[in-house]
């Protein structure tokens, strides 16, 4: 049994697949902020009683957390000493001495999580090559350490300049710390963290991880003090922000990268179906109340990213290129000061909700033109949880109608229209701009308004094929469940491209590989199961954003030269429409991703014995000015191989899926959705 | 009208993803520091008639040249003499629309059918552009033609093909040729990529939609523009500030400006201003604009998109041949520095009006460091970057600490990567003590960054301001710590440097020392929270003499 557990702000999901080729388990309650494990304990031990299984039979769970991305924003995280080389305690406060926008004088970057006074100079500095300039000194590192004796600190942080290429300084410095300090205080580096050249980014990083130790340990704590009482297992699996998972010791020393992991777990589960189903290259639309977040996948392997920000703080930490844009269910349509029609980035959330939820709502929503075009049950949602007021959605609307002298069903399609124009952008952005022809894809959607969306999304970018999982308001948890687990390597090589450096690049992977080597054995990954993957990062040299690229570090020096030079070249014409020929092409570091697979659990095929007949007929519009009768079926009653023509639409619990007349859809044996659209 | 709000709302957020994509393009594939880190250019999509339609992300400065760039195209070479496979280039202020000759504006035609609909550009900072500085932006210069190369509008490609002979011109004129043929060339790809996505986009709407569209988008903007003035109350006001220096013969050079806010329009005269002058720092009638345009846009409407229909209501007037509107041959290439100043002079003035929205004179400069040599391998480089400082003090909370202000944003180039690219070090990067001004709310503290050469010696050149008139406090706010240039030796020796220092030359025993400007306060330092005043102290960011000094009730 392998049970995936998601805890976001406002729900707690959990999936559990017995693996007996029945349905998979899966429950929703609220989130309990305060305590995140109670909701996780309460809602295992309704579902484990309610069908009756048993906690120790439980082979794995998996568990992606917001606990430490939401100590950041609320700002309730640890105490922490920053000590760093003589001239640069104000660094991490100046950061790239930029304003967050241009145009507004009153924003900020949120204030440094290092108090000035806790930030100190210790006399030490090393060259880019790692010739010493000032040497360490120690006596001063002791009376530093001296001054910490009974502060109430959870954690200091040691961050030199170029530790990146050269850590020892940092090392010794945290070595001489430790033997000093009281043993609650823990010591870390910035090297440790993430080993990577640009200071601010690096020092940022570091000083998230160590204001997160204390909070993210706790809590780890109590969840598997818990889990080990009920005879679950507890070495707990955490979901990080590169989809992959860690042990709860790694996410002990390293909470920082488990910071986030919701929308890379959803992509996780999504990546998990799609490979199921037989798909290789596909885009992710995962639509919520507030914000779309899309991903897309080449070969389904997920492209990453490094550079993000948590609270306004920049992190660097391998990440699921996920890109995010404020429009979902319940963002609000408005009309701006110019006289255009604007969807979100304001949303109406959960509360109170789009207009039809009747909870105070007054501005029209996504959702609200959902109703008023009859694509949406116009008389409850959530299975009849939620009863709808169309009348609400309808008067909001005819509202925006009547300022914009527009018919009301054209400003409702144009609500939606606005707002998937928005989600294109953001596939547009991680697509087409990265030289990817989203035609070539097919849009995986998820997330309680992503099959919704997806028909409209889909043929704007010209795609043709759709696929919705069996369960898109789940797929986190799923996510979870059915990751592997995985941990990023990173040396920086600063080297040319050349015959003669291929040794130091291969030296550089071997001490990788020993580090890989070690990583293994702690987390117990049977040597059947490992897989490991090098890239580089490489640019022209001058240039100052590098491109990754997959290489294989078995080849011969010219051959790795040869190969590497032209992907290179390739992968800069498809992002920037050119390359040159005969400009030296500089390698800036090397990375190893490590993979142990995990046993993973089979999906169940779908129940049903014969066609799903409609359960009622609605007048929906899906073009302008016309409104067509259209079969409604509900997705429990779906056939394996069943076809439907559309016009349909297709309610479940967690979802509304809509096919749009003259497009097809099949159902496979798994329960996806596959939506042919008409060319 | 024929569009629709809704379909023009979506053709905007489709122009503004292709200039937005052009903008990274640009960025990631360019060389000059001022690109690839400190985002120094912009991008921007243009209807048939040469009006900027939308602009991606962007440089303050860049926004009036853009503005009036392809209309001087459309001027010099008419409709007819405009091809499809054309791309124009031009960097001059006075017979192009630059501000000044770094910025490299390229410009190309978008056809459909056989018809020309839409035009892309982008501008670009380079790190050189000839003449006879490295950095093509050193003072000690009195007219343009020593600042580097002038080119007019001129036309780079011609039927799709590059006019190699015309780059090649360019190229030998500049240096470290190799590193700017790479800037050209991410220019060149990003028009390119701008107009295949113009074309994507020109099929889906329909040439006659397109032309629709574009109308309305300005429209849009226009009418958005009009709204936020109508909140700023009617009325004449007036203020008047000072540059430091030209470098070369002028001391304290005023601007004087008088705003009238009549209903939803606004009227800027500089009348009183100072003449132009013999050094760089002066603004020719694009960078003035573009100087106005910000501050409206801060004051009215932060989140307002740019573009043509921001002029309509905005009438501005200066004297032909003051340093706010300088005529040919003046030296412009620091006419950053005196942009400062311009919406410094514009925010005082609006002081009255809209109390709340204004904030102190922050740091008020572009100060930059400009650092030649030839490193221990032989190679040659010029680097060049822009420090922040402090920010001015607002009506509700304290002005920030070492930053860019206004008219530039540009990033800092981390350490690491700069210590790995040029055989220079930092020896310190932190604030300077005692530096924003009391009040209410304190303003920003300056930032002192210290630089070494390492194995050779090499030339520096610098250009500060608010290094002698310090950024003003407002609303009884005590004045920020102006800033300087200082070069200390190593047996302990200092010298000040001149405000606007030209080919310094120090050798690896001597560091340059760059103290920026802090920021004034807002309101009197008397009501200044308790919890603020622990903080200053505590922070260590004043000192205890500086507080009994400014505090003491």
């Known amino acids: ?679 | 009208m024929a569009i629709n709000p809704i379909d023009a709302e979506l053709m905007r957020n489709h122009m503004a993803s292709i200039a937005d994509e052009m903008y990274v393009a640009l960025m990631k594939s360019a060389y000059s520091t001022n690109i690839k880190e400190r985002k120094d250019h912009s991008t921007a999509l243009f209807d048939h008639t040469g009006r900027v339609v939308v602009q991606g992300e962007s440089m303050p400065l860049h926004l009036a040249s853009m503005l009036g760039l392809v209309e001087i195209i459309l001027e010099k070479y008419g409709v007819d003499g405009i091809r499809d496979g054309d791309m124009f280039l031009s960097n001059d202020p006075y017979v192009g629309r630059g501000s000044h000759l770094p910025d490299v504006a390229i410009a190309a035609p978008v056809f459909a059918n056989g018809k020309l609909l839409m035009f892309v550009c982008n501008i670009a900072h380079h790190a050189d552009m000839g003449g006879m500085a490295p950095g093509s932006m050193a003072g000690g210069m009195t007219e343009i033609y020593q600042e580097g190369l002038r080119i007019p509008p001129i036309k780079l490609f011609e039927n799709h093909q590059l006019k190699q002979d015309l780059l090649e011109m360019i190229l030998l004129n500049v240096r470290v040729p190799e590193e700017r043929i790479g800037d050209y060339n991410a220019q060149i790809a990003s028009n390119q990529l701008g107009i295949r996505r113009c074309k994507a986009l020109i099929e889906k709407w329909g040439g006659d939609m397109i032309t629709e569209g574009c109308d309305a988008i300005i429209a849009a903007v226009k009418k958005r523009t009009r709204a936020g003035i109508s909140g700023l109350p009617n009325g004449v006001y007036e203020f008047e500030d000072i540059v430091d220096d030209d470098g070369l013969s002028r001391l304290d050079i005023r601007i004087r400006v008088k705003i009238t806010v009549a209903d939803d329009e606004i009227e800027f005269d500089f009348a009183g201003t100072d003449p132009q002058v013999e050094g760089n720092n002066n603004v020719t009638m694009a960078g003035l604009q573009a100087s106005c345009l910000y501050c409206v846009k801060v004051l009215i409407d932060p989140e307002c998109p740019q573009n043509h229909g921001m002029l309509d209501p905005i009438t501005i007037k200066a004297p032909e041949g003051s340093v706010v509107n300088a005529v040919f041959p003046a030296a412009s290439a620091a006419r950053a520095q005196t942009a400062q100043r311009i919406v410094d002079c514009v925010l005082g003035a609006f002081a009255d009006a809209c109390p709340d929205r204004v904030i102190a004179a922050g740091n008020g400069a572009n100060t930059s460091a400009a650092f030649f040599g030839q490193s221990q391998t032989g190679k040659y480089y010029v680097y060049l970057e822009t420090l922040g400082g402090g920010a001015g003090a607002r009506a509700y909370k304290d002005g920030t600490d070492g930053v860019q202000v206004h008219m530039t944003n540009t990033s800092n180039l981390p350490i690491e990567a700069l210590e790995t690219e040029y055989p220079l070090m930092i020896e310190r990067y932190e604030f300077v003590q005692d530096s924003g001004g009391s009040g209410k709310y304190r303003g920003g503290l300056g930032i002192r960054r210290d630089y070494r050469p390492i194995g050779h010696t090499m030339t520096f050149s610098g250009q500060g301001e608010r290094f002698r008139n310090q950024p003003w406090g407002i609303f009884g706010g005590g004045a920020g710590a102006a800033g300087k240039f200082t070069l200390i030796h190593d047996n302990g020796e200092e010298k000040r440097l001149a405000n606007k220092p030209a080919a310094l030359k120090l050798d690896e025993h001597a560091i340059i020392s760059v103290v920026t400007a802090g920021a004034g306060g807002y309101g009197d330092p008397a009501e200044r929270a308790e919890a603020g005043l622990q903080e200053d102290v505590e922070s260590g960011k004043f000192s205890s003499d500086f507080m009994t000094r400014n505090y003491q009730q």
């Open chain 1, 1 to 679: 049994m392998y049970i995936g557990v998601d805890v976001g702000g406002t729900f707690t999901d959990i999936a559990v697949n017995r693996d007996d080729g029945t349905t998979l388990l899966l429950h929703k309650l609220s989130s309990t902020p305060a305590a995140p494990e109670e909701a996780i304990l309460q809602g295992l031990h309704s579902l484990f009683a309610q069908h009756d299984l048993k906690f120790t039979d439980t082979e794995r769970l998996a568990h992606g957390t917001t606990v430490g991305t939401n100590a950041i924003i609320q700002r309730k995280c640890g105490n922490v000493a920053l000590v760093t080389s003589q001239g640069f305690r104000d660094l991490i406060e100046i950061g790239r001495q930029t304003r967050p926008t241009v145009y507004d004088m009153h924003l900020d970057h949120p204030p440094v999580l290092v108090d000035r006074g806790m930030r100190f100079e210790v006399p030490q500095r090393r060259l880019a090559d790692g010739r010493i300039h000032v040497p360490l000194d120690e006596t001063a590192v002791e009376e530093l350490a001296g001054r910490f004796d009974d502060a109430d600190l959870d954690c200091i942080v040691i961050c030199f300049l170029h530790s990146y290429a050269f850590p020892e300084d940092e090392e010794r410095a945290a070595e001489i710390m430790r033997k000093h300090v009281p043993d609650t205080i823990k010591v870390i580096t910035s090297s440790s963290v993430y080993p990577e050249f640009r200071e601010f980014e690096r020092f940022s990083t570091a000083v998230l991880n160590g204001a997160l130790l204390s909070v993210v340990g706790s809590y780890l704590d109590r969840l598997t003090d818990e889990a080990g009482k009920l005879g679950l297992p507890t070495d707990v699996k955490i979901s990080q922000s590169s989809g992959g998972l860690m042990s709860v010791r790694t996410a002990r020393e390293f909470p920082v990268r488990a910071s986030l992991s919701g929308p890379a777990a959803g992509v996780q589960g999504a990546l998990y179906r799609a490979r199921v189903a037989g798909f290789q290259d596909i885009i992710t639309l995962d639509v919520g109340g507030t914000s779309a977040d899309v991903a897309l996948l080449k070969d389904l392997t997920p492209s990453e990213v490094n550079e993000r920000t948590i609270g306004g703080f920049p992190v660097r930490i391998p990440c699921m290129d996920v890109n995010s844009v404020g429009a979902g269910g319940g963002s609000i349509a408005w009309i701006d000061t110019d006289g255009l029609l604007k969807v979100g980035p304001q949303s109406a959330g959960a509360v109170p909700g789009p207009a039809c939820y009747d909870l105070g709502g007054t501005q029209a929503t996504v959702t609200d033109a959902n109703i008023v075009l009859d694509r949406l049950n116009s008389e409850a949602l959530l299975d009849g949880r939620m009863p709808i007021n169309k009348a609400r959605s309808v008067a909001t609307i005819d509202d925006l109608a009547e300022k914009l002298q527009m018919d009301s069903d054209d400003v409702a399609l144009g609500i939606i229209q606005v707002a998937c124009s928005r989600m294109v952008k953001a596939i547009r952005s991680i697509s087409i701009e990265r030289g990817h022809d989203p035609k070539d894809f097919a849009l995986l959607a998820f997330g309680g308004a992503g099959a919704l969306h997806a028909v409209d999304v889909a043929r704007e970018l010209g795609m043709n094929t759709i696929l919705i999982p069996p369960n898109p308001g789940i797929l986190c948890a799923e996510g979870a469940m059915n990751a592997d687990i995985t941990a990023d390597f990173v040396n920086t090589a600063f080297c040319e491209l050349a015959k003669d450096n291929v040794p130091t690049i291969q030296a550089l992977a071997g001490t990788l590989a020993k580090e890989v080597e070690l990583w293994f054995e702690n987390e117990a990954v049977e040597p059947q199961q490992r897989r490991l993957f090098w890239s580089v990062g490489a640019r022209y040299f001058g240039q100052n954003y590098e491109l990754t690229l997959n290489v294989d570090m078995t080849l011969d020096a010219d051959e790795f030269v040869a190969r590497t030079r032209q992907d290179f070249q390739e992968a800069h014409v498809a992002l920037y429409g050119f390359a040159s020929e005969d400009e030296p092409v500089q390698i800036v570091n090397v990375m190893a991703k490590a993979v142990g697979e995990l046993q993973q659990g089979q999906l169940p095929l779908i129940q049903a014995k014969s066609d799903a007949e409609p359960v009622e007929y609605r007048n929906s519009l899906f073009k302008s000015g016309v409104r067509q009768r259209t079969p409604v079926l509900r997705r429990v009653d779906l056939h394996a191989g069943q076809e439907i023509s559309g016009p349909a639409i297709i309610e479940q619990l967690d979802s509304t899926v809509i096919i749009f007349p003259n497009d097809t859809c099949h159902v496979d044996e798994w329960g996806n959705l596959i939506i042919r659209l008409e060319d």
